[in-house]
């Protein structure tokens, strides 16, 4: 009877309370941020992440397309409008679980959100949040389960005639509940310590 109870008390205790904003195994250290792709041009700016306490807030990458007053590509491979093109900026974390949060986008390419489009990467796959043919200021909630990683992307395309950025809100997480094997092999765990300090006791 103790052992079901202390099982069932494992599983419970193994989905945790839901983490607000960034912080504990949330927090921005647990990130991972980098900018893929060649960018090409003049005046090239990678895509930046900042984090506070209650918001990440993310900046697309740009370039002056060269020569000036071209619309020549500023990402090597880059094409605009398409979520495929090689430069990008992504936010992301190697944490299973439900993430919940808001959105707001916006970007300054005189030629559209088709130039910048912000989404989500859900284990390894991108999903489109932004409307490539929507306003040029968005904005959203969503709830995705993520078996492994889960973060954020923005894709400059073309990567030129300005930048995009997005601000993640309200932001949560709730951890993963674990397997069944993974709770068994911990119970386990405790069951044995608890057997070694009986023995070790005096008689």
Same mark, same amino acid.
């Given at each position: ?11 419970? @205790?193994? /989905?945790?309370?839901?983490?607000? @904003? ?36 993310? @900046? ?5 397309? *060269? ?6 590509? $500023?990402? *090597?491979?880059?094409? +605009? ?23 707001? +986008? ?6 559209? !959100?088709?130039?910048?489009?912000? $989404? ?20 959203? *909630? ?21 930048? /995009? ?9 709730? !951890?993963?509940? !674990?397997? !069944? ?6 119970? *386990? ?15």
């Amino acid at each position: 009877m103790k052992t079901a109870a202390l099982f069932a008390l494992l599983l419970a @205790a193994g /989905a945790g309370p839901a983490l607000a @904003a960034f912080s504990g195994p949330a927090a921005p250290a647990n990130f991972t941020v980098s900018n893929v792709g060649t960018l090409t041009g003049g005046s090239p700016t990678l895509g930046q992440a900042l984090f506070s306490p209650t918001q990440l807030f993310m @900046a697309g990458s740009d370039t002056l397309a *060269s020569p000036a007053g071209s619309f020549t590509p $500023g990402c *090597s491979g880059g094409v +605009y409008g398409v979520l495929a093109s090689p430069c990008e900026l992504d936010v992301t974390i190697a944490t299973a679980g439900s993430y919940s949060f808001s959105w707001n +986008y916006i970007t300054t390419d005189s030629a559209g !959100p088709a130039g910048d489009i912000f $989404g989500v990467i859900v284990d390894g796959v991108h999903l489109q949040l932004s409307d490539p043919g929507g306003a040029f200021a968005q904005t959203g *909630s969503a709830t995705f389960t993520a078996q492994s990683s889960f973060g954020w992307f923005i894709n400059c395309t073309d990567c030129i005639d300005g930048a /995009a950025t997005a601000t993640v809100s309200a932001f949560t997480l709730t !951890p993963a509940v !674990p397997e !069944p094997a993974s709770a068994l092999l911990l119970l *386990s765990g405790v069951a044995v310590v608890g057997l070694a300090r009986r023995l070790r006791r005096p008689a």
